[in-house]
């Protein structure tokens, strides 16, 4: 077979013999050179920088032919293509392998590319569409050496004084082949621009730094990771002035001006990753300090906690480097700043499963939960998203105030002392308007707490008891129920100490999500049951029984009602002290009852713990093994 090799600059069109075209001479485009090994099959090589990942090119005379493309530098799974270089869809799994895609075009010319290009064009679109809005502030700190602007985006309300608030600085697209930073920066801006009571609250209490493209050179010209110079801007931040590139310069100049008047209260890196799942990049103790360990790892957690594309175990862990943006910001300013990099995957989601894709959609999702774990960590409140820290709770009896640990919120939680029974701490939020809320728990974990622990609410009369063990699911919100508050008024929660193990007391989200109804909502969900296990006690098996109601229609994360995501069922069995022991269930279920059957032989004597999750309904019950 003979095979042609054909290099080019970026302003040449390729014509081969088969009569298929390539060509990359437009924004973001790259492409180095093709091999063809027949009429329908060609290596493509991209230009390369620090890494060859990238590419985004157009072939034309594709028409009904099934072409087979292989690109020789890459690392792409599922590339994406696109008939008017506007949507883009994803190769489906048959259609695509390492590196490799194969599909028969039902059009003449097709656009390809490793993930949705995000160019600078479409920036200033969006940015034209953005400024229209009242918060929005819009200006250029600096150029490139190719005289592209750096623009820095700021919205706050502006009839508020800057002195009175928090800020918060994101910035993305530093690696210019990591587009999909850019659609979740974009679903961030799309939520502080919702105009959501809430949001706007946010708005009157934090000044948003936000600049959307680090490096505009790269992206206009196709670069993976670097600027067009072949310079990574990333590591970059702790060069001599003479070696230090005009992105970092310019930039590093609006933070420190910034940062001298009043220190950010939060920095967020906004980049991608090849690997398929979402992660934070979080920074040791040992090369920060307890307190930046602890408020880093909270900050991750308030992300995770209502986000379906993120677990805990998808975290990263690294010493913190002077080179990047979070060292110089470590050097100059200590722990005043909470500094982290947030990555975005191109594929799938969470490392433990990868059955979730990746797509602009919920990479807007993910953006809205950003706000509002923003908001979480800098314990704003407003009425219809209030939370509780345990400063503000009353405390009656025995208790202790520990900072140990890092799944706590804020700065401490309360222990009641389980040798006082008559202990207690209550949570009130006042002047509530009339609506339906779901109230959530967050606490820390630990082998020590109860498995019994009581939450008692108080809500336009009505009264509620859930009951949870506090030995898991600890840093995350955890769903207690929906209350109905018909009137307005106020909603109070109440935890009384016991003796199965230490009650924890830390924080609560009480979170508006719709109209009153003029009935008690609670009944809605117990259509969700965990029964009791039969027999109980029993040696050495059991019947689990549960019940999964027709699903209510699926909602955004924006959302976030309590049992919108469906989906996944787990039931595990843990012993007391909180360790996992069997899995009994975990996979797709339809609605309906099921019984499962739990054998206990070769487990020791004692209580055991089993907990059934489908979506965000979480429920748990003991049950007594003896031999």
């Given at each position: 077979?003979?095979?042609?090799?054909?290099?080019?600059?970026?302003?040449?069109?390729?014509?081969?013999?088969?009569?298929?075209?390539?060509?990359?001479?437009?924004?973001?485009?790259?492409?180095?050179?093709?091999?063809?090994?027949?009429?329908?099959?060609?290596?493509?090589?991209?230009?390369?920088?620090?890494?060859?990942?990238?590419?985004?090119?157009?072939?034309?005379?594709?028409?009904?032919?099934?072409?087979?493309?292989?690109?020789?530098?890459?690392?792409?799974?599922?590339?994406?293509?696109?008939?008017?270089?506007?949507?883009?869809?994803?190769?489906?799994?048959?259609?695509?392998?390492?590196?490799?895609?194969?599909?028969?075009?039902?059009?003449?010319?097709?656009?390809?590319?490793?993930?949705?290009?995000?160019?600078?064009?479409?920036?200033?679109?969006?940015?034209?569409e953005w400024k229209q809005n009242d918060f929005v502030s819009l200006d250029t700190i600096g150029f490139t050496n190719h005289l592209l602007p750096i623009q820095e985006m700021i919205i706050t309300d502006k009839n508020i004084p800057n002195t009175e608030k928090k800020t918060v600085w994101i910035h993305a697209r530093t690696h210019p082949g990591e587009t999909p930073s850019s659609w979740h920066f974009d679903?961030?801006?799309?939520?502080?621009?919702?105009?959501?009571?809430?949001?706007?609250?946010?708005?009157?209490?934090?000044?948003?730094?936000?600049?959307?493209?680090?490096?505009?050179?790269?992206?206009?010209?196709?670069?993976?990771?670097?600027?067009?110079?072949?310079?990574?801007?990333?590591?970059?931040?702790?060069?001599?002035?003479?070696?230090?590139?005009?992105?970092?310069?310019?930039?590093?100049?609006?933070?420190?001006?910034?940062?001298?008047?009043?220190?950010?209260?939060?920095?967020?890196?906004?980049?991608?990753?090849?690997?398929?799942?979402?992660?934070?990049?979080?920074?040791?103790?040992?090369?920060?300090?307890?307190?930046?360990?602890?408020?880093?790892?909270?900050?991750?957690?308030?992300?995770?906690?209502?986000?379906?594309?993120?677990?805990?175990?998808?975290?990263?862990?690294?010493?913190?480097?002077?080179?990047?943006?979070?060292?110089?910001?470590?050097?100059?300013?200590?722990?005043?700043?909470?500094?982290?990099?947030?990555?975005?995957?191109?594929?799938?989601?969470?490392?433990?499963?990868?059955?979730?894709?990746?797509?602009?959609?919920?990479?807007?999702?993910?953006?809205?939960?950003?706000?509002?774990?923003?908001?979480?960590?800098?314990?704003?409140?407003?009425?219809?998203?209030?939370?509780?820290?345990?400063?503000?709770?009353?405390?009656?009896?025995?208790?202790?105030?520990?900072?140990?640990?890092?799944?706590?919120?804020?700065?401490?939680?309360?222990?009641?002392?389980?040798?006082?029974?008559?202990?207690?701490?209550?949570?009130?939020?006042?002047?509530?308007?009339?609506?339906?809320?779901?109230?959530?728990?967050?606490?820390?974990?630990?082998?020590?707490?109860?498995?019994?622990?009581?939450?008692?609410?108080?809500?336009?009369?009505?009264?509620?008891?859930?009951?949870?063990?506090?030995?898991?699911?600890?840093?995350?919100?955890?769903?207690?129920?929906?209350?109905?508050?018909?009137?307005?008024?106020?909603?109070?929660?109440?935890?009384?100490?016991?003796?199965?193990?230490?009650?924890?007391?830390?924080?609560?989200?009480?979170?508006?999500?719709?109209?009153?109804?003029?009935?008690?909502?609670?009944?809605?969900?117990?259509?969700?049951?965990?029964?009791?296990?039969?027999?109980?006690?029993?040696?050495?098996?059991?019947?689990?029984?549960?019940?999964?109601?027709?699903p209510l229609p699926k909602a955004s994360l924006r959302d976030n009602l309590p049992f919108a995501k469906g989906g996944n069922v787990t039931l595990k069995v843990y012993d007391i002290l909180g360790k996992e022991v069997a899995t009994l269930i975990n996979g797709e279920q339809q609605p309906g009852t099921y019984e499962v059957i739990f054998n206990a032989s070769g487990l020791a004597s004692g209580t055991y713990i089993y907990r059934l999750q489908?979506?965000?309904?979480?429920?748990?019950?003991?049950?007594?093994?003896?031999?």
């Open positions: 077979m003979r095979i042609f090799t054909l290099i080019f600059l970026l302003t040449t069109l390729i014509t081969l013999k088969a009569q298929i075209t390539f060509d990359a001479n437009f924004e973001s485009g790259n492409l180095q050179s093709i091999e063809q090994i027949d009429s329908v099959s060609f290596n493509v090589t991209t230009r390369k920088d620090i890494g060859g990942r990238w590419f985004y090119f157009k072939m034309s005379g594709v028409k009904d032919k099934e072409v087979r493309i292989r690109i020789t530098n890459s690392d792409v799974k599922r590339a994406m293509y696109s008939y008017d270089n506007k949507t883009f869809n994803r190769f489906s799994e048959e259609e695509s392998s390492f590196n490799v895609f194969i599909k028969r075009y039902t059009n003449d010319s097709v656009y390809v590319a490793y993930y949705t290009p995000y160019t600078f064009s479409y920036l200033q679109q969006r940015l034209n679903g961030i801006v799309q939520e502080l621009l919702s105009g959501k009571e809430t949001v706007n609250y946010y708005l009157t209490k934090i000044e948003f730094h936000l600049i959307p493209f680090v490096n505009p050179d790269g992206v206009f010209y196709g670069r993976s990771r670097t600027n067009f110079d072949g310079i990574d801007l990333e590591s970059n931040w702790n060069k001599d002035e003479t070696n230090t590139a005009k992105e970092v310069k310019v930039i590093r100049a609006r933070m420190k001006e910034l940062n001298d008047a009043k220190p950010f209260s939060l920095f967020l890196n906004l980049h991608s990753q090849v690997s398929s799942f979402c992660t934070f990049w979080i920074h040791t103790a040992g090369s920060t300090s307890d307190k930046f360990y602890h408020y880093e790892n909270l900050f991750a957690y308030l992300n995770i906690s209502d986000n379906e594309y993120f677990e805990k175990p998808d975290l990263s862990f690294s010493t913190l480097k002077s080179k990047f943006p979070e060292g110089w910001l470590w050097n100059n300013y200590g722990d005043q700043i909470m500094a982290l990099t947030y990555e975005t995957p191109y594929d799938d989601y969470l490392k433990s499963s990868n059955d979730l894709t990746v797509t602009n959609e919920n990479l807007f999702e993910i953006g809205s939960r950003t706000v509002y774990a923003i908001a979480e960590y800098l314990q704003l409140s407003q009425p219809k998203y209030y939370l509780l820290d345990n400063n503000i709770a009353q405390k009656n009896g025995n208790y202790f105030i520990d900072s140990s640990g890092i799944e706590f919120y804020g700065n401490s939680f309360i222990e009641l002392d389980p040798n006082d029974t008559s202990a207690n701490i209550i949570y009130t939020a006042t002047a509530l308007p009339a609506g339906k809320y779901d109230i959530s728990s967050w606490w820390q974990e630990n082998s020590d707490n109860s498995y019994e622990t009581k939450f008692k609410i108080s809500a336009g009369g009505n009264t509620y008891e859930e009951t949870k063990t506090q030995k898991i699911n600890g840093g995350q919100w955890n769903h207690l129920t929906t209350v109905d508050l018909e009137n307005g008024g106020n909603i109070s929660i109440k935890l009384q100490s016991n003796t199965t193990g230490k009650v924890i007391a830390d924080a609560f989200r009480i979170k508006y999500v719709g109209a009153t109804t003029g009935i008690d909502v609670k009944p809605i969900r117990n259509n969700f049951v965990l029964y009791q296990n039969y027999p109980n006690p029993f040696n050495p098996s059991t019947t689990i029984k549960y019940t999964i109601p027709t489908v979506g965000n309904y979480i429920e748990t019950k003991k049950m007594l093994y003896i031999k």
